[in-house]
């Protein structure tokens, strides 16, 4: 193995028993590594409402190995019936969380695969789905290679990158998206230096975003959400790459919340401003980031969630959207594993899929 080879994780995957989800427990990283198997639909619901799974493409792969595991518990044998439960538990898992569209992908996939099953046995039927759900993660693999590939065209040696959130392997496969031009770099002998941005509330970008660099060997450096101002003033980036939740057709793309300040900061700064996401992210049905739906989250993610001691009163109002969404506008390009869209992403965005 060469020095610079990345270890890569497996964050999801079907147990070895084949009728499970085991992942890597998020909200414990970075002080402990936990295994989670989870079969019961209640658990696979909370894992995602929870973020012990959490990033767009990663809530994908999830979805479709939840949906196959709980298919395998259907006892219907009559088709109708079947598809009837399997439909009813794919809505369930599609409530845990709006905003990631790679979760109602991934569903409306599995469901549609068992759909053009129609007259095959219940055993067929499971067949189709398990090979399903294995090609939507191999599918994300090769996206996020691709994604990085092109990311890396946009950076070069010794330059200083700025993310928000975590869009790295945890939250995806392998390499990840934002993250994943900079392992591929690195992997090639290029240097880089990554300032992460902590992430309020629920700070990714401190547990594992920086974590995710650190263990592969590249120059991180933590800093606090407000603290990306100095950082970009100091002359210390050279681009921003962020990962994205949802893409409407316009360019307009839904992220971790404080991700519309770093674009607007880049902006000012003359700083390249980079989204990074799979063509399963992109939601032409979606007109513009207007109809994107924002998660409303837990207010004592806020007040108390971090700390020893709450640091708000418990009466104390607190809004706490999961996500913002970034006007196309204050985009330079949107990297896809088919290539890289600039405005006007109308045009650019649909031609991906034609
Ligand atoms: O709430 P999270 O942690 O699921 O939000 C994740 C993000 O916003 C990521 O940046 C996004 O999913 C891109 S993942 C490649």
Request: hydrophobic residues 40%; proline residues 4%.
């Amino acid at each position: 193995m060469s020095k610079r080879e990345i270890k890569h994780l497996e964050n999801v995957k079907l147990s070895d028993r084949g009728d499970s989800v085991v992942i890597i427990d998020q909200t414990l990283l970075p002080n402990e590594t936990v295994y989670l198997d989870l079969k019961e639909a209640a658990d696979l619901y909370e894992a995602i409402h929870q973020l012990r799974v959490r990033g767009a493409p990663a809530i994908g792969i999830f979805a479709g190995y939840a949906l196959y595991c709980l298919a395998l518990q259907i006892l219907a044998e009559d088709y109708d019936a079947f598809m009837e439960d399997l439909k009813e538990q794919a809505a369930y898992l599609n409530s845990s969380r709006p905003t990631a569209v790679n979760l109602s992908w991934a569903l409306n996939r599995m469901v549609a695969k068992a759909e053009t099953a129609a007259g095959k046995s219940k055993a067929e039927v499971l067949k189709d789905l398990k090979e399903e759900c294995i090609a939507i993660h191999d599918e994300d693999i090769a996206m996020c290679k691709a994604i990085s590939e092109y990311g890396l065209t946009l950076i070069k040696d010794g330059d200083g990158i700025l993310t928000h959130c975590n869009a790295g392997p945890l939250a995806t496969s392998r390499y990840g998206t934002a993250l994943g031009p900079l392992l591929l770099g690195y992997e090639r002998g290029m240097d880089f230096r990554v300032f992460a941005d902590e992430t309020r509330p629920l700070l990714q970008g401190a547990r594992l975003t920086s974590y995710e660099l650190e263990k592969a060997g590249i120059d991180v450096t933590l800093i606090c959400d407000n603290m990306a101002s100095i950082v970009m003033k100091n002359g210390w980036v050279q681009a921003c790459f962020v990962g994205c939740d949802r893409v409407a057709a316009n360019g307009d793309a839904a992220n971790k919340i404080g991700t519309s300040g770093v674009a607007i900061l880049a902006k000012y700064y003359g700083i390249p401003f980079y989204v990074l996401g799979p063509t399963s992210t992109i939601d032409l049905n979606t007109p513009t980031g207007e109809d994107i739906e924002i998660e409303l989250r837990d207010p004592d993610e806020i007040r108390s969630k971090w700390y020893e001691k709450p640091m708000a009163l418990e009466e104390t109002r607190c809004y706490n959207p999961a996500f913002d969404v970034t006007p196309n506008e204050l985009i330079d390009a949107i990297v896809t594993d088919r290539g890289i869209c600039r405005a006007p992403y109308t045009e650019s965005l649909k031609a991906l899929f034609e």
